[in-house]
C-alpha cells in the first residue's frame, strides 16, 4: 500500500553497504539446493525443532506461552489442546504446516490472509478471518497493563476492507515489474502492520505471512531455521524500529530504512546460523554439525562440551552448542547442572 507504490519504492536510494547485505542474501539463497543435497537427515531434524521454536517464539512474543512438556506434545504429537494458551499454539502451528505444506498453492491474496487468521483461531470462539469491527491502536503498556503511549494508530476499521485490497494488489503489481522481492516482501509487512487489519493476531499473521512470501521468493531458509525465534531474541529492536518506520506512514511520508535493515539482519542471522549447521562441511562429505551429534550419540556417560572438543577439535565450541540446543529441544538430550558443573546426557 503506502510502501508499495510506484512513487515510493522509485524515491528509495541504498547505501553500498545496503546493496551488499542484499547481494549476500542472494547467495546465501544459492546455496539452499547444495545444502540439501549434502545434508538431508539433518534438514529433516532442522525442520522438526524449527516447527517448535517458530510456534513457541510467535506466541510468546505476544504473550502467549505453555510448558514446554506442553509444547512439544502439542507440536510434535499433534496433541489436543487443554487451555486457551494451548489453543492459540495449536492454531499457530496448523498455520505453519499450511505453509510449509502448501506454499505454492497459498497465495498472498486478502483470501489468503484471512485464511491464515483464521487458521490461528480454529481452535477457539473467536471469529478468524474477519477484519476488526471498531477502530484499534498500537500501543506499549507498563508491567501491570497499564497503557503508557500509543505508538501508532493504524488505518480505521471501516477502511480496513479496501486497504487490505489495495495492499495485495500493489504488492503482486511490484512482482510484476521485477522489483527486489527482499525489498517489497519486508515492505509488505510493514504496510500489513500499518493497517492492522484484525481485532487481535494481527503481529503472528504478519510472521506467517512473512514466511510465505519468502517461500515464494526462494528463500527457504524459514523452513530450517526459525525466523520467528530469531525476532523474538531481538523483540526490543523489532518493535523500535516497526515504530520508527511507522512514522508518516499515513501521509506517505514514513522512513522504511530502520525496518528494512532489520529485517534485512533478521535474514543474515537465520542463514548464518543455517550454514554454521549444515554448511560447513568436511571433506570427507559428513557435516561438522551430523560429526557432534554422531559424538554425542557414542556418549554412555554425562559429558561436557569439552568432551565433544576432544572428539571434533576442528569444530568451533558455538557450532557444538547449537548442535546441543537442537537435540535438546528434540528432546534427545537433557542438562543438569550449570557452569563448570553443567553436564548433558542422552536421554533413553
Not at 545496503?18 to 545434508?39: H, M
Not at 471469529?127 to 469491527?133: L, V
Request: aromatic share 8%; proline share 5%; with cysteine.
Amino acid at each position: 500500500m503506502r510502501s508499495l507504490t510506484d512513487s515510493y519504492l522509485d524515491a528509495l536510494a541504498f547505501t553500498a553497504k545496503q546493496a551488499s547485505t542484499i547481494r549476500a542474501l542472494g547467495e546465501y539463497r544459492g546455496k539452499q539446493k547444495l545444502y540439501k543435497r549434502q545434508s538431508p537427515e539433518m534438514l529433516n531434524g532442522l525442520r522438526a525443532l524449527a516447527r517448535i521454536e517458530s510456534t513457541d517464539a510467535s506466541n510468546r512474543l505476544e504473550g502467549i506461552t505453555a510448558p514446554e512438556a506442553r509444547l512439544q506434545a502439542i507440536v510434535r504429537h499433534s496433541e489436543p489442546p487443554r487451555t486457551r494458551s494451548e489453543q492459540e499454539i495449536a492454531g499457530y502451528r496448523d498455520a505453519l504446516e499450511l505453509i510449509h505444506e502448501a506454499r505454492t498453492e497459498l497465495p498472498v491474496s486478502v483470501n489468503g490472509i484471512r485464511q491464515l487468521h483464521q487458521t490461528i483461531y480454529s481452535y477457539l470462539p473467536d471469529e478468524g478471518g474477519q477484519w476488526k469491527p471498531v477502530d484499534n491502536e498500537i500501543v506499549e503498556r507498563d508491567p501491570a497493563g497499564n497503557v503508557v503511549r500509543v505508538r501508532f494508530r493504524p488505518v480505521a476499521a471501516v477502511a480496513t476492507p479496501q486497504a487490505m485490497e489495495d495492499l495485495v494488489t500493489h504488492y503482486a503489481a511490484a512482482g510484476v515489474m521485477g522489483r527486489e522481492p527482499l525489498l517489497t516482501i519486508p515492505l509488505l509487512i510493514l504496510d500489513f502492520l500499518c493497517i492492522h487489519p484484525f481485532r487481535d493476531g494481527n503481529g503472528r499473521v504478519a510472521r506467517l505471512l512473512t514466511l510465505l512470501a519468502l517461500y515464494h521468493a526462494g528463500y527457504d531458509v524459514g523452513r530450517y531455521i526459525s525466523l520467528e525465534r530469531v525476532i523474538e531474541e531481538s523483540w526490543k529492536s523489532y518493535y523500535e524500529t516497526l515504530e520508527a518506520s511507522s512514522q508518516g506512514w499515513h501521509e506517505g511520508q514514513h522512513d522504511s530504512t530502520a525496518w528494512l535493515e532489520y529485517f534485512w539482519g533478521v535474514m543474515l542471522r537465520a542463514y548464518k546460523e543455517f550454514e554454521e549447521r549444515v554448511g560447513d562441511v568436511d571433506h570427507g562429505g559428513s557435516s561438522k554439525s551430523q560429526r557432534v551429534r554422531d559424538a554425542v550419540g557414542r556418549e554412555v556417560r554425562p559429558f561436557r562440551v569439552v568432551d565433544l572438543q576432544k572428539q571434533c577439535p576442528d569444530v568451533s565450541r558455538e557450532t557444538i552448542r547449537l548442535v546441543l540446543r537442537a537435540m535438546k529441544k528434540a528432546g534427545v538430550i537433557e542438562l543438569s547442572g550449570r557452569g563448570r558443573g553443567a553436564r548433558w546426557r542422552n536421554v533413553p
